[in-house]
């Protein structure tokens, strides 16, 4: 049923009641849900049991090994300006006559191809698109788009466009389905790290709780990193009562933040190797400091405030401001990641909860609209590109906003399938529908075989012999010189055995290994590979002949 676009909350400031009551409403809970570090830390401080998803999963561990890929989302909060972030070229005089005073110049504007252009604000990125790193997918949205932020931005977390039904995130839901034990352990790295972005239920599951480590700005992660506790414990206030009640509850915080040891190990264990100049890169140069010191935390979302762009869009401050952020930020961080050898395990997206009115207002800015494209940055893309609908400036909707080609939920389920690696059906399940594959994207999983399923049969075979009970060798054919690192890991993730560490020639080699900690027992057993900056793996039945 097609919403009324006069009944949604915000769309323009001649709503200006509304706008004002849906910014309210985003403030309140963005202050209800940053009352803590995260929700173990809330809990904890209320007396209440604190869980979350620190555990090593019983259900998964052989997942967790197949892959350090990490997945790291931008935020762009506020509804982002598609139109003026990756500009049509193909459509340039009618983009002016929309929009006479926020159009950049064509002078302004830094060529990706023949079709679409860039501001020179983003020129950091040029180096990432011609290096074949960044990949962008033009009108991205979903059928009657919501045009209120909170409510929009929710949407876009949950994966779900139905409003009444977006309380858990999607990325939750994942981590849910391929850990179904997820509460029954409290140690370990956290599977996500949220930076700066409290408004969001990305990471909630379906009891509402946040699974992942929030901050609430770069300077409360990186204090934690630095100093293995969230508070000053030393330096409480003078008043006795007082002091004593304070230093309580900083204790009870520090006590919550149960992967605070991984977070200041990996911290220390790397450092920064590139010039991060912008806020946003204040966040991302942590994120990329915790993947280089080893920190196992595969999600990561971090957030760029201030795109409701309703007014004056154009100053420096502002929207090109904004961009420049973005793109600073993003240039380092790969930069950072390589001198790290990471950069291929990390792929980054940008997200915002709606894009903005195709014609300007009177006040030099843009309402809040409806499709806008999506960037992705990475080595692991094999290539830049752009894809999806071309916006089409002449074939608007009945409220003047863009027509959306590629839903969100495709995107999703692209990531979902062919980044993490998880068989379409669950892919589909996790996302309660069965949406189109982005299928240009260039991203690939690493092939997986063992005894129960047949070696793939290009690229690196590998299958597990049982020579005795507890006497197995791991078979390997490698098409070119590869360095191998292997590990032997129990179901439980206990791990059994490590394997290899050196270089091989390209040939079959034969890794002899025993389990003498299964004497007397059958167990399931998994097995992972890490090969010239791939992940392969496998599993097969142990302490059986």
Known sequence: MKINANLRRGTSLEDDSAHIADHQQYGRRSFLRTLGLGSAATLAAAGLPATGLYGFPLAAALNENFSDRKLVLIRLKGGNDGLNTIVPLYALDRYRSLRPTVAHAESNLVGLNSDFGIPAAMQPLKGLWDDGRMRVVNSVGYEDHNLSHFTGADIMASGNANPDENGDGWLARYYVNQNPDYRTDLTGDPPAIKIGGPTSVLF??????????????????????????????????????????????????????????????????????????????????????????????????????????????????????????????VAA???????????????????????????????????????????????????????????????????????????????????????????????????????????????????????????????????????????????????????????????????????????????????????????????????SIRANGQRYGGKFIAGMR
């Not at 993947?291 to 595969?298: A, D, V, W």
Request: hydrophobic share 40%.
């Open 204 to 329: 909630n599951d379906s009891d509402k709780i946040d699974i992942s480590a929030n901050f609430a700005n770069a300077d409360r992660l990186e204090d934690l990193a630095q100093t293995g506790v969230l508070y000053d414990n030393l330096n409480a206030p003078d008043d006795c009562y007082h002091g004593e009640q304070v230093l309580f509850l900083r204790t009870i915080a520090n006590a919550a933040t149960l992967y605070s040891t991984a977070i200041a190990e990996a911290y220390q264990n790397s450092i920064t190797e590139a010039e991060y100049t912008s806020s946003l890169g204040e966040q991302l140069r942590l994120v990329a400091r915790l993947i280089k010191g080893g920190l196992k935390t595969q999600f990561y979302l971090v957030t760029l405030d201030g795109f409701d762009t309703h007014v004056g869009q154009n100053g420096s401050a502002n929207h090109p401001g904004l961009l420049n952020n973005l793109s600073t930020a």
């Open 333 to 527: 961080f790969y930069e950072d990641l390589a001198a790290g050898d990471k950069e291929e395990e990390v792929l980054a997206m940008t997200y915002s909860e709606f894009g903005r009115r195709v014609q300007e207002n009177g006040v030099s800015g843009t309402d809040h609209g409806t499709a806008l494209p999506v960037m992705l940055f990475g080595p692991a893309l094999g290539g830049s590109g752009t894809h999806g609908r071309n916006p089409d400036l002449d074939d608007l909707d009945a409220t003047g906003n863009l027509r959306f080609g590629t839903d969100f939920r495709s995107l999703y389920a692209t990531l979902l399938e062919n980044w993490l690696c998880i068989d379409a059906g669950t892919v589909n399940e996790i996302l309660g529908g069965d949406y189109a594959r982005v299928g240009e994207l260039g991203l690939a999983c690493s092939p997986t075989s063992s005894t129960l399923f047949p070696a793939v049969a290009t690229g690196l075979q590998h299958r597990v012999i049982t020579r005795s009970a507890l006497a197995y060798e791991l078979e390997l054919t490698l098409p070119r010189a590869t360095r191998l690192e292997v590990e032997i890991v129990a179901f439980s993730g206990q791990r059994l055995q490590r394997l290899g560490g050196r270089l091989y020639p390209a040939g079959t080699h034969r890794l002899a290994f025993t389990l003498p900690q299964l004497r007397g027992h059958v167990a399931a057993v998994g097995y």
